[in-house]
T-cell receptor
């Protein structure tokens, strides 16, 4: 079993829809990261959180430490949101990231 | 430069050839990470430096892989006698590493896509 699992693997939605991507992890963590990767492009950090909820524009990230679960939400989705969204965790005393396999999101105009 | 840069962006190597991949982290960033991303997969950790010290190399898949950061800035990942299974995108990331904690945002470079024929 992977330490970090994401669902769904692929998600296609119409422009304007509310998007939810889920991440579950099996080990104790110090922080959870949500990252965005465009085709052929580098990785951009969206959020880093260890508790509660963070919001940036149309993006919202939540984490439930007890349930070892995090969600990334996108409101009023737009075709430019099409990318791979990756969940990653860092463990106590170690900065290295352990990644999920990513969720490929496609927003259709 | 404002971000992490990597060179070359693309590298095609014949099987058995040695390659060297370069990473220029953000100036002043203490921590530097190398990750390997196979096609359709999430990145996987290779090795980690704090300044010039290689603190963790547990992710290096074989002794053909070697990384260095001699002056605590630029890093080079070297792969000897490349094999087809080494084909992947190699990502470099750096972080400021305030207080050496695990709460530091990592900034990623664009990656080097290595194809071994």
């Amino acid at each position: 079993k992977n330490e970090v699992e994401q669902s769904p693997q692929n998600l296609t939605a119409q422009e304007g829809e509310f998007i939810t991507i889920n991440c579950s992890y099996s080990v104790g963590i110090s922080a959870l990261h949500w990252l965005q990767q465009h085709p052929g492009g580098g990785i951009v950090s969206l959020f880093m959180l260890s508790s509660g909820k963070k919001k940036h524009g149309r993006l919202i990230a939540t984490i439930n430490i007890q349930e070892k679960h995090s969600s990334l939400h996108i409101t009023a989705s737009h075709p430019r949101d099409s990318a791979v969204y990756i969940c990653a965790v860092s463990n106590f005393g170690n900065e290295k990231l352990t990644f999920g396999t990513g969720t490929r999101l496609t927003i259709i105009p | 430069g404002a971000g992490v840069s990597q060179s070359p962006r693309y590298k095609v190597a014949k099987r058995g050839q040695d390659v060297a991949l370069r990473c220029d982290p953000i100036s002043g960033h203490v921590s530097l990470f190398w990750y390997q991303q196979a096609l359709g997969q999430g990145p996987e950790f290779l090795t980690y430096f704090q300044n010039e010290a290689q603190l963790d190399k547990s992710g290096l898949p074989s002794d053909r892989f070697f990384a260095e950061r001699p002056e605590g800035s630029v890093s080079t990942l070297k792969i000897q006698r490349t094999q087809q299974e080494d084909s992947a995108v190699y990502l470099c990331a750096s972080s400021l590493s305030i207080a050496g904690g695990s709460y530091n945002e990592q900034f990623f470079g664009p990656g080097t896509r290595l194809t071994v024929l």
